[in-house]
């Protein structure tokens, strides 16, 4: 009679699958039915079978349920069931993670685990799913065997693993019943063997993966020459390199696995680690070196590096001038500051010794004097001087616009803020420093905030809720006098007095004129000059708008004029003022430029031979040869433009004032 076997599985789905393996494994010497447990069945004789199997213990519990039949003569196996091979690369290609184990009842769940675990995937963390449950912590992946509906809606990644099929002991626990040929049972394990060598060889191709990578990593740490440590968020040391090593005292083998305490007998090295600072210094023996901390964004490890100075040094200047590419960073230092008036010198020794001070620093100054510079200059020399500037002039925006500016806000706050709200520049500038322009236009609503983040080192986003720590130097200035703002009550006394604690002057340009060649020299482009009598020019000017109107006044003149840059080439403005000590015109010189005056005004140019014959008849008696020298100088003052051919020459507005004057 030909043996017979009864599969009964949970559903279709299950019983498909796992009758395709008995199928494929047994099919040539037994006859075999599934069924799904709760299928409708007619003409069914369960005893007719010689071997239920059974999918699941709860299959068969169902099924006893439904059919009240003495099965005596019926061998009832529930089957054990394993993890199929083909799902095995998408386990091992999971990270390192948490993840939540999924099937229809409690008992398949601790079994999937199981079989995972046991088939040596050791790098997942597997959480039991549980009915009813919808929630688990940080959990965002679930491996399942096809029951992807069950999976609660917090996880966004499913492996599916597709249906478990039976273990190896279970087929050969059919067979051994049945009493099967011998030769079966080798075969059946040849084909069982063949898959589980291929899975085998993937599981081995991992871990020499692994190993090959943790080599890889080793080396690479050793190769760097900080000494290097890291420690989970329980304080075991998880990773070390050769330098740690010599600074511990202890090998990499007794050091891994053991708590920070157990190891560290520096007391330098385990207060840094204990604190705050991400920065601090540890003397190890003779040499002076820098630490580093850092910690994963996840919060579970922390990384300290040990550097020697001259190498932190090294990348603290390096860090620094990205800083500066990305404009974050002062750009200037007193040595960009041009001058050498006592004046001059004495704002910069003032502003390079309130720079090592804690303290706001107020600087005073006409508008172009070049108060932004020494801000940058005193940044450059503070403490802060590897963090950001940021510089904001305080006139230049509404009081609103200039709130969020400073202060940032939360999403929401108002139309147009944008998604995930916007960080002030008091929080940008956390770390470094604030350079706030024109103070003195400050309104009274931001005054009183600005005097807040003073007294107590923290912001309050608009629309914000919690307080921000921010640590910032703030660097002001005005043009105003602060104290008369004060007395008039237009700025706050209890705001000026904590900004003007330190505070210092820069002087205008008038009264630093000695300076004038040193800071042309430097603002004109290479190879020009000016002429000594433009420079004469320069110097008798009050500049009003000091190094800002100097410098717009150069490039005036360079865009204007040729290599020598003379009276002429500067703005309209300098050429109407008469140089100190300009040769008087002579009396023809005169005469030439009064007849070229007469003739603009009538809006015509006047030819070399009309010029000699006007000259004669007001008894100015010049050849055309003479006018047409005449001509030339005054050209060369630039009271006359020559016109070329016949087109006769007219006279320049710069010649038209010299007229006036004279
Ligand atoms: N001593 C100096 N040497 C070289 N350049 C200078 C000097 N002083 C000022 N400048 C230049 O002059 C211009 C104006 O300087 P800055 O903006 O620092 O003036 P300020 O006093 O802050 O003006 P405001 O009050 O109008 O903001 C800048 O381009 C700056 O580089």
């Known amino acids: 009679m030909h043996k017979q076997l009864l599969l009964v599985t949970g559903n279709n789905n299950t019983k498909a699958v796992l009758h395709a393996q008995l199928n494929m494994l047994l099919g040539d010497t037994i006859s075999i039915r599934s069924i799904a447990v709760d299928e409708k069945q007619q003409n069914f004789r369960p005893d007719e079978f010689q071997i239920i199997l059974f999918s699941s213990r709860s299959v068969r519990e169902e099924f006893f349920q439904l059919y009240a039949f003495p099965l005596e003569q019926t061998h009832l196996l529930t089957g054990k069931r394993t993890i199929n091979p083909e799902a095995f690369p998408r386990l091992l290609a999971l990270p390192k993670s948490r993840v939540l184990v999924v099937n229809d009842d409690e008992e398949s769940v601790n079994e999937t685990a199981e079989s995972i675990y046991q088939l040596g995937i050791d790098h997942l963390e597997l959480i039991p799913f549980q009915t009813g449950r919808h929630f688990y912590d940080g959990v965002t992946t679930a491996v399942t065997p096809s029951e992807k509906d069950r999976c609660p809606p917090s996880i966004s990644r499913i492996i599916d693993i597709d249906v478990r099929p039976f273990d190896m002991t279970t087929i050969i626990r059919v067979v051994d019943y049945l009493k099967l040929d011998e030769t079966i049972a080798s075969k059946l394990s040849e084909r069982y063997l063949t898959k589980m060598v291929k899975l085998q060889e993937s599981l081995l191709a991992k871990e020499d993966h692994t190993q090959k990578i943790s080599d890889h990593y080793h080396e690479l740490l050793n190769q760097m020459d900080d000494a290097i440590l890291a420690f989970n968020h329980k304080g075991v040391i998880t990773a070390v390199n050769q330098g740690m090593e010599k600074i511990l005292s202890k090998a990499a083998s007794i050091v891994i696995g053991s708590s920070i305490y157990e190891v560290i007998s520096n007391r330098t090295l385990l207060q840094f680690i204990e604190n705050k600072d991400t920065r601090g210094f540890l003397t190890i023996g003779e040499q002076e070196h820098v630490l580093y901390k850092t910690t994963t964004s996840s919060f579970s490890s922390t990384v300290v590096t040990v550097k020697s100075v001259e190498k932190a040094f090294e990348i603290e200047q390096t860090a620094r001038r990205e800083h500066r590419r990305k404009g974050l960073a002062s750009k200037y230092t007193l040595q ?26 107020l600087i005073y100054g006409e508008t172009g004097v070049g108060k932004e510079l020494f801000a940058h200059a005193v940044h450059h020399n503070s403490k802060q001087w590897q963090g950001p500037f940021f510089a904001v002039n305080c006139s ?17 706050t108002f139309t147009g803020a944008l998604k995930g709200g916007k960080r002030g520049l008091f929080e940008l500038a956390s770390g470094g420093t604030l350079f706030l322009d024109e103070i003195g236009e400050l309104s009274t609503g931001v005054q009183a905030q600005l005097l807040r983040v003073l007294q107590e080192g923290e912001i309050r986003r608009i629309g914000g809720g919690s307080n921000i720590p921010v640590e910032n130097r703030i660097i002001a200035a005005t043009n105003k006098n602060l104290e008369l703002e004060v007395r008039e009550g237009r700025f706050r006394s209890d705001l000026f007095y904590r900004l003007n604690v330190l505070h210092f002057s820069v002087p205008p340009l008038r009264e630093r004129k000695s300076d004038l060649p040193l800071l042309c020299k430097a603002l004109l482009r290479e190879n020009r000059k000016l002429s000594p009598e433009a420079e004469d020019i320069l110097q008798k000017y009050d500049w009003p708008g000091n190094i800002r109107e100097l410098k717009s006044t150069i490039a005036y003149a360079e865009t204007t004029g040729g290599n020598v840059l003379t009276s002429g080439d500067l703005p309209e403005f300098f050429r109407k003022m008469r140089p100190r000590n300009a040769a008087p015109l002579t009396p023809d010189l005169f005469k030439l430029l009064d007849l070229l005056a007469e003739a603009a005004s009538k809006g015509e140019r006047v030819s070399l031979k009309k010029l000699a014959e006007k000259a004669s008849a007001d008894g100015y008696s010049l050849s055309i040869q003479q006018v047409r020298m005449r001509i030339q100088k005054l050209a060369e003052k630039g009271f006359v433009e020559k016109g070329s051919g016949r087109m006769g020459s007219t006279i320049t507005t710069q010649g038209l004032s010299r007229l006036q004057e004279l």
């Open 336 to 361: 960009d500051i041009i001058g050498e008036h006592p004046l001059l010198t004495e704002a910069k020794d003032r502003s390079l010794k309130m720079a090592a001070a804690d303290y706001p620093v």
């Open 396 to 412: 230049a925006m509404s009081e609103s616009l200039l709130h969020s500016e400073l202060f940032g806000y939360e999403e929401g």
